[in-house]
């Protein structure tokens, strides 16, 4: 974009000039990117006519002079960000400088990593967002956001996208312990580990995630000595836990003799399970209650008209 003709163009050159070395013809008017370079051919044009009496209009041959574009003269800082040279078209851009090329980078870099340009000017946000750039960038934001978290609203949003997390633990941290109420802070304070998955707080207030958060694996489900361990106040912002934790309180001497369950337990689960047992072999013992009194009942049935046979089956010695 504003580069006009390339670099080497030949062109004729402005008004008509005297063939050969005396040629005055000029390049001038094309500007300080155009140098002479040779004249055309000789009688191309007609050179100082002059009116002479009773002959008329006399001409001598001429040509023009050739005019070749030796350079583009626009600065880099200009041109890398696609803006219009202010003497366009005499001053013109070097199409190697676009926004993302190598050749502008220290000049986009530059004008970029100053004040909030890499979060407000539009050109920094797209020079930022290509890969080859997003390092640098992440570096500019964060010299920028150190300390401003709780009053620039691009830090904090930047601070909430997925682009921050994880990432800028050193400028993030230090703010949340001394804001540890603010609701950035969420999951860089609480105390439950994946707390972007347990901790409704966290997961509410969508807060940073540090580096750690976003690297341990995460089970779908709290377990129960995490939870047990967790302060009351955590508990009471818990989520996603086992539904049948229990903690083992000291009696007496101290030891572990009793299991109590916690607040947020399925109450009965361990008594069902007792119960069921107990009552399995209650039936059993039915059952065989039932057989004994049908047997004997049928040996009275066969055997009531011979008393001594009866007898005998039930003796005892």
Not at 205 to 233: E, T
Not at 275 to 285: C, K, M, P, R, V
Request: glycine residues 10%.
């Amino acid at each position: 974009m504003y580069s006009g003709d390339s670099v080497g163009t030949v062109i004729n050159g402005s008004g008509c000039g005297l063939c050969g070395s005396g040629d005055n013809s000029d390049c001038g008017h094309l500007g300080g990117e155009w140098v002479r370079s040779g004249y055309g051919q000789c009688g191309a044009c007609s050179f100082n006519c002059v009116k002479v009496p009773l002959i008329g209009k006399q001409c001598t041959k001429g040509t023009y002079a050739k005019c070749k574009k030796t350079k583009y003269s626009a600065a880099p800082g200009v041109c890398c960000f696609g803006n219009k040279p202010a003497g366009y078209p005499k001053q013109t851009c070097d199409p190697r400088y676009t926004l993302h090329s190598d050749a502008c980078y220290g000049a986009v870099a530059g004008y970029c990593q100053q004040g909030n340009n890499i979060f407000s000017d539009a050109k920094c946000v797209e020079w930022g967002s290509v890969d080859a750039n997003r390092h640098a960038a992440l570096g500019m934001k964060q010299k920028y956001c150190e300390g401003k978290f709780g009053s620039d609203a691009s830090c904090r949003a930047w601070a909430q996208s997925s682009e921050a997390q994880g990432q800028i633990d050193s400028i993030v941290v230090p703010f949340c312990q001394s804001n540890p109420n603010d609701p950035l802070c969420s999951c860089v304070n609480s105390e439950m580990t994946c707390p972007q998955k347990f901790d409704t707080n966290c997961i509410r207030n969508a807060g940073y995630k540090s580096f750690n958060d976003m690297n341990i694996p995460c089970p779908d489900v709290m377990n129960c000595n995490q939870y047990i361990n967790l302060s009351p106040g955590a508990k009471a912002i818990a989520s996603n836990f086992q539904q049948n934790c229990s903690t083992t309180t000291n009696i007496g001497t101290g030891d572990a003799v009793a299991s109590v369950s916690s607040e947020k337990t399925n109450t009965n689960v361990s008594a069902k399970t007792n119960a069921g047992t107990a009552g399995n072999w209650g039936i059993l013992l039915f059952i065989l209650l039932v057989i004994v009194v049908l047997v004997i009942g049928a040996a009275f049935f066969l055997f009531d008209d011979d008393d001594e046979s009866l007898a005998n089956i039930f003796k005892f010695d």
